[in-house]
Nanobody
Framework: QVQLVESGGGLVQPGGSLRLSCAAS????????MGWYRQAPGKQRELVAA???????NYADSVKGRFTISRDNAKNTVYLQMNSLKPEDTAVYYC?????????????????WGQGTQVTVSS
């Protein structure tokens, strides 16, 4: 069983900062790309940022220069540092992991999702 557990969401004023964490646990053989998505009420889920196993990153245009994604491979954890937050960043943020697991000598690769963490930017 693999789990992605997010933490770090909350209420922050415009211009403030938050750091989200997502820890992967379970019978993980390899962590490939990990990313953060968000979904605001009435909108589709969208990619915020992603980071490959080699450390390459990509960001949504709306967060470039404000958000930074990073990962600690030793801890199987990915982070999202969010600065200069705006009201339009308000959403549920979901961690996504492209993971490979090993069981009975078989490697299986698939996407996993965390349960989501609420980020609210409001004065």
């Amino acid at each position: 069983q693999v789990q992605l557990v997010e933490s770090g969401g909350g209420l922050v004023q415009p211009g403030g900062s938050l750091r989200l964490s997502c820890a992967a646990s379970g019978t993980i053989y390899r962590i490939n790309t990990m990313g953060w998505y968000r979904q605001a009420p009435g909108k589709q889920r969208e990619l915020v940022a992603a980071i490959t196993s080699g450390g390459s990153t990509n960001y949504a245009d709306s967060v470039k220069g404000r958000f930074t994604i990073s990962r600690d491979n030793a801890k199987n954890t990915v982070y999202l540092q969010m600065n200069s937050l705006k009201p339009e960043d308000t959403a549920v943020y979901y961690c996504n992991g492209d993971l490979s697991t090993l069981a009975t000598q078989t490697i299986t690769r698939r996407d996993y999702w965390g349960q989501g963490t609420q980020v609210t930017v409001s004065s």
